[in-house]
């Protein structure tokens, strides 16, 4: 049985999954749909059509769902957040609603499994996040940026809109990050540029012989000499191991392209 403080506005419509506990003076809109075990605390507001799930944790005067600070938006219907089971979502967080700005939006915002979004993080629309992401405290994403599973992001960092982020990968804190960063690489920086790999990161996840797949894949792609995308293609020639492919594949797709230093080859 769910437990519901007396103070806390449930609009008609709502949806609250069972053993939930809301607190004094939340806030849950008509459209909005709580799994089981969520727990809504002091004072947080979740707007329009959210769906959180099972398991997660919302913080004191986080806004979860409300419309995107983006002046070209207007109360676009089918639009929301999605946000998966078992994540925490500390104080004052905002996370936007998505737009229908773009085919692959969907209209929605979305948070997978497992998240740590630290306070005053912002997430803006239409952002695509993975499983097991964390950011720290005041991170914050611009429209459409994507981050993959096992993405950390530090402390105080901006990110620029339409940034992939790829698997595994670390940004250290007060970096300013306009490009994409390749699957198992630590960037940081301002400007942010790629430092090398996030070893910390891939040896918690893999076992010895798939980090150094990864360690040689790095080691080959951004060699100096060449072209990073001409590495890329070229080692995608010699059949990688899954991991290293994704690299490859990750650098031959970007459209932002990939944050170098200057005396580094170019991507």
């Known amino acids: 049985m769910s437990k519901i403080?007396?103070?806390?506005?449930?609009?008609?419509?709502?949806i609250i999954g069972r053993d939930c506990v809301i607190e004094a003076h939340a806030f849950i809109s008509s459209k909005a749909v709580l799994g089981k075990g969520v727990t809504i605390k002091q004072g947080a507001r979740i707007i329009g059509d959210t769906i959180i799930g099972n398991n997660s944790k919302i913080y004191s005067y986080a806004i979860i769902g409300d419309v995107?600070?983006?002046i070209k938006y207007h109360n676009e219907e089918n639009a929301g957040v999605r946000i998966g089971k078992n994540a925490t979502i500390r104080e004052f967080c905002t996370?936007?609603?998505?737009?229908?700005?773009?085919?692959?939006?969907?209209?929605?915002?979305?948070?997978?499994?497992?998240?740590?979004?630290?306070?005053?993080?912002?997430?803006?629309?239409?952002?695509?996040?993975?499983?097991n992401i964390i950011l720290a405290n005041s991170a914050t994403l611009a429209g459409?940026?994507?981050l993959d599973d096992y993405v950390v992001v530090g402390g105080l960092t901006p990110i620029h809109?339409?940034?992939h982020v790829g698997e595994s990968c670390m940004i250290g804190g007060a970096s300013a990050l306009s490009?994409?960063?390749?699957?198992?690489?630590?960037?940081?920086?301002?400007?942010?540029?790629?430092?090398?790999?996030n070893l910390v990161g891939i040896?918690?996840?893999?076992?010895?012989?798939?980090?150094?797949?990864?360690?040689?894949?790095?080691?080959?792609?951004?060699?100096?000499?060449?072209?990073?995308?001409?590495?890329a293609e070229?080692?995608?020639?010699?059949?990688?191991?899954?991991?290293?492919?994704?690299?490859?594949?990750?650098?031959?797709?970007?459209?932002?392209?990939?944050?170098?230093?200057?005396?580094?080859?170019n991507g």
């Not at 403080?5 to 709502?14: F, K, L, P, S, Y």
């Not at 994409?180 to 690489?185: E, N, T």
């Not at 301002?190 to 790999?197: F, K, T, V």
């Not at 010699?238 to 492919?245: D, I, L, S, T």
């Open 179 to 197: 490009q994409d960063v390749v699957p198992f690489c630590l960037a940081e920086g301002n400007r942010a540029y790629i430092r090398g790999l």
């Open 234 to 265: 070229e080692l995608l020639e010699k059949n990688p191991g899954k991991y290293a492919k994704k690299m490859c594949e990750f650098i031959i797709n970007t459209t932002r392209g990939i944050p170098l230093k200057k005396e580094d080859i």
């Open 68 to 70: 995107p600070q983006d």
């Open 95 to 131: 996370i936007n609603s998505g737009t229908h700005k773009f085919e692959d939006c969907n209209g929605l915002t979305t948070i997978g499994d497992n998240a740590f979004i630290m306070s005053y993080c912002h997430i803006a629309h239409d952002c695509r996040l993975g499983d």
């Open 161 to 163: 809109q339409f940034v």
């Open 203 to 231: 040896r918690r996840r893999f076992d010895k012989e798939i980090v150094e797949e990864i360690n040689k894949a790095y080691k080959f792609l951004f060699r100096s000499g060449g072209g990073l995308k001409d590495n």
């Open 5 to 14: 403080h007396d103070t806390a506005i449930i609009e008609d419509g709502a």
């Open 144 to 146: 459409h940026v994507k």
